[in-house]
């Protein structure tokens, strides 16, 4: 495809231009120049390179002006620390008719492919970050170097709700084979987003050979030397098109059915495209992704799965209401109440990103002891898997400590308590620690569902108190609900807000309402399932009535997760804060109170049944639903509630709350967490009478 810039700027004028120039430059050992491509936008690194259509017409013209200097190779290379990152997204947000879809998608393979029919050797070098796009560009070259700092390589499309477009599904399981290949698009992509590292890269076979960053360039030009010369030769992997493909296919079906339930196109699309790959002919596999390509970009669930993605790279790094970041107050030493195992994971978190010395009590020794001892051997694993220093360990151990006595909380600028979920028993923590700390420490508390206002009504200074709450596992969840009490100042939420920030969290305002965000929303939705089992729908149908949204977990899986007494607890409070849309199961309290957690149990060949003492304790009534009916149920929950929490200001916008879920609760990209779903199937309009986002946002423009 022959387009020019004026064509290509036409179809996305906002483009931010990645410009590739070529250069000739002199290398030891060859009799002719290497034409040397630098891919570079302009900006720093903390904006990456990225391919629109004008960025792809500057790439082929520069390859086509390489080309013509008949050189002895061809390398491209971005600019520091960034090769490139992919697709310019924001060209797929803005494309209204399904021929820009096959624009895109067909001049990325016809420039990308200018590299891999070269006659003259081509060479990617890749000196730093590469995803998407730019990792299918590298893929298009005959020979790949890596330098061992580079951030974050991945193929993430099927995570946002797309594929891999330009190349990837069939160069990529033809270069390493079809297995390795799963691992990458699929099982890494759904894996939320999990990147490889540049030793992964090189194992797999994705690089041809690694080189240190402070002479990256030269080792790759010299090695490219020896290439050319005839005197490196680098071997290829043999590639089973035979049951070995028939494996890795039947290992991407399970693991999209998995993490998907069919419910997230991409995927499927990405499925049928490494079957094709197995032929290997590139023009026929490349048409199918174009089309593919075009497809999707006129689907709801790809624009809601763009959404997401803004949401989660652009709105949770500039949080919607959060003050002036020169209020927030330097914060030397952290203080922990409690030393149980969320209070434990706090403490690690906080040593591991604040680098401050951290101090835990509790009750009795005991638990003191074993808290800084979960820190400690949880710092020693990091250290066994090469991910800290023993150095690094020795440092970080030395900076947690336990006492019993608060008042080993004196020097502290912020202290979180994570004690028993009880408001009486935590109001007596902070006026206790109040005794010890300046006027000017923090407060926070990881509390679910209380009130922080209540929290702090009897402290002489309640403007210091903070929600602070994390998510289980504290280091693998993104999300940080940071809760606005009425009295809580600038300062104090600043201050919140930049250590969330030195936690490496996304952190969101909420207004100090029951449950916040997530929580109250997982307790409505998961009481309006557990309502239908209570009015004779069976577990069985009432569990696989959400199967059709893609979660995470199903409903009684995530009972489970959560724990059942927690549940209860946080339904318990919902019901005194909204007694007519909470309501607390009877057979809940019943289930509670015989010591269960999980309704299912499994066999030893994995098969699941109900746990026939559950099942004995539970009364059923007599009006099931269907699954269609549980789903429809619990969806149109949701929406009520999500109406009223935005009515009463609980966050700024729809977007807030869909950001929450997303990072709190683990709700897929191609749902745009929850209220573009909720739009697009006509729910929101049916019980709240209005969508929550404009025709457009997170959907196909009308």
């Given amino acids: 495809m022959t387009i020019t810039a004026e064509e290509a700027k036409a179809i996305f004028p906002d483009e931010v231009v990645t410009h590739a120039k070529t250069r000739l430059i002199s290398v030891p050992g060859l009799d002719k120049p290497v034409a040397f491509i630098t891919i570079d936008n302009g900006l720093d690194h903390t904006r990456p390179s990225t391919f629109g259509p004008q960025s792809l017409v500057s790439l082929g013209a520069a390859f086509d002006e390489a080309h013509a200097a008949s050189p002895a190779a061809i390398a491209v290379t971005g600019k520091p620390f960034i090769f490139a990152v992919g697709a310019d997204l924001t060209a797929v947000e803005q494309a209204t008719d399904r021929s820009q879809g096959v624009t895109i998608g067909k001049l990325g393979h016809d420039v990308f492919k200018k590299f891999t029919d070269s006659d003259i050797p081509t060479f990617a070098f890749v000196n730093g970050a590469v995803m998407?796009?730019?990792?299918?560009?590298?893929?298009?070259?005959?020979?790949?170097?890596?330098?061992?700092?580079?951030?974050?390589?991945?193929?993430?499309?099927?995570?946002?709700?797309?594929?891999?477009?330009?190349?990837?599904?069939?160069?990529?399981?033809?270069?390493?084979?079809?297995?390795?290949?799963?691992?990458?698009?699929?099982?890494?992509?759904?894996?939320?987003?999990?990147?490889?590292?540049?030793?992964?890269?090189?194992?797999?076979?994705?690089?041809?050979?690694?080189?240190?960053?402070?002479?990256?360039?030269?080792?790759?030009?010299?090695?490219?030397?020896?290439?050319v010369r005839g005197e490196i030769t680098v071997p290829r992997k043999e590639i089973d098109r035979g049951e070995a493909w028939d494996a890795a296919v039947a290992r991407a079906k399970a693991i999209v059915a998995g993490k998907t339930k069919g419910a997230a196109p991409g995927a499927e699309k990405a499925l049928a495209l490494l079957e094709l790959a197995r032929e290997n002919d590139l023009d026929k596999g490349y048409a199918a992704e174009t089309e593919g390509l075009a497809d999707l970009v006129m689907s709801d669930e790809l624009r809601a799965g763009l959404y997401s993605f803004n949401l989660v790279q652009k709105r949770a790094k500039r949080p919607a209401g959060a003050p002036d970041k020169s209020l927030a107050r330097k914060v030397t030493k952290v203080g922990v109440v409690g030393a149980g195992l969320m209070a434990s994971q706090m403490a690690l978190l906080f040593i591991r990103r604040l680098h401050v010395p951290v101090v835990l009590t509790d009750i009795d020794q005991a638990r003191v002891d074993k808290g800084v001892g979960y820190v400690h051997s949880e710092i020693d694993k990091l250290a066994g898997k090469g991910r800290i220093s023993p150095d690094e360990a020795n440092r970080l151990k030395a900076l947690?400590?336990?006492?019993?006595?608060?008042?080993?909380?004196?020097?502290?600028?912020?202290?979180?308590?994570?004690?028993?979920?009880?408001?009486?028993v935590k109001q007596?923590?902070?006026?206790?620690?109040?005794?010890?700390?300046?006027?000017?420490?923090?407060?926070?508390?990881?509390?679910?569902?209380?009130?922080?206002?209540?929290?702090?009504?009897?402290?002489?200074?309640?403007?210091?108190?903070?929600?602070?709450?994390?998510?289980?596992?504290?280091?693998?969840?993104?999300?940080?609900?940071?809760?606005?009490?009425?009295?809580?100042?600038?300062?104090?939420?600043?201050?919140?807000?930049?250590?969330?920030?030195?936690?490496?969290?996304?952190?969101?305002?909420?207004?100090?309402?029951?449950?916040f965000v997530v929580n109250r929303l997982l307790t409505r939705f998961m009481g309006e399932v557990i309502?239908?089992?209570?009015?004779?729908?069976?577990?069985?149908?009432?569990?696989?009535?959400?199967?059709?949204?893609?979660?995470?977990?199903?409903?009684?899986?995530?009972?489970?997760?959560?724990?059942?007494?927690?549940?209860?607890?946080?339904?318990?409070?919902?019901?005194?804060?909204?007694?007519?849309?909470?309501?607390?199961?009877?057979?809940?309290k019943k289930f509670v109170a015989a010591g269960k957690g999980a309704v299912w149990q499994w066999d030893a060949s994995g098969n699941q049944t109900v746990d026939p003492e559950v099942q004995a304790l539970w009364q059923f009534g007599d009006t099931p639903l269907t699954g269609d009916e549980v789903k429809n149920r619990a969806l149109e929950a949701l929406a009520e509630e999500i109406r009223i929490m935005l009515d009463e200001g609980v966050v700024a916008e729809a977007q807030d709350i869909d950001l929450c879920m997303i990072l709190g609760a683990g709700w897929p990209f191609w749902l745009g967490g929850i209220t573009p779903y909720l739009d697009r199937t006509g729910i929101s309009e049916k019980v709240t009478g209005k969508r929550f986002l404009a025709p457009g946002v997170a959907s196909v423009p009308a």
């Fill in 132 to 227: 998407g796009g730019g990792l299918e560009l590298a893929l298009s070259c005959h020979y790949r170097t890596l330098a061992s700092n580079a951030a974050a390589i991945a193929l993430p499309e099927v995570f946002l709700g797309l594929f891999p477009g330009w190349g990837g599904t069939q160069l990529l399981p033809n270069l390493i084979g079809a297995n390795d290949a799963v691992t990458v698009i699929f099982e890494n992509a759904l894996n939320q987003n999990k990147m490889l590292k540049p030793a992964d890269a090189l194992k797999l076979g994705i690089a041809d050979v690694l080189f240190d960053s402070a002479d990256y360039l030269e080792q790759s030009l010299l090695w490219l030397s020896g290439v």
């Fill in 428 to 515: 007596q923590v902070f006026a206790e620690v109040e005794e010890h700390v300046s006027p000017e420490a923090i407060l926070a508390t990881n509390t679910s569902s209380l009130s922080i206002t209540d929290m702090a009504s009897k402290l002489k200074h309640p403007e210091r108190v903070v929600g602070f709450h994390f998510f289980n596992p504290v280091a693998v969840m993104p999300l940080l609900e940071i809760v606005r009490a009425e009295q809580t100042d600038d300062a104090t939420l600043a201050t919140a807000f930049a250590v969330g920030k030195q936690l490496k969290k996304s952190s969101v305002l909420v207004k100090d309402a029951p449950a």
């Fill in 400 to 424: 947690v400590s336990g006492s019993l006595d608060k008042a080993a909380f004196s020097d502290a600028d912020f202290v979180i308590e994570a004690v028993f979920e009880d408001l009486a």
């Fill in 531 to 588: 309502k239908s089992v209570d009015e004779g729908t069976s577990f069985e149908v009432a569990d696989k009535a959400t199967e059709p949204l893609g979660l995470p977990m199903s409903p009684m899986i995530l009972l489970q997760l959560v724990g059942s007494a927690v549940a209860l607890h946080v339904s318990e409070t919902m019901h005194g804060a909204f007694p007519d849309r909470f309501s607390v199961s009877e057979n809940m």
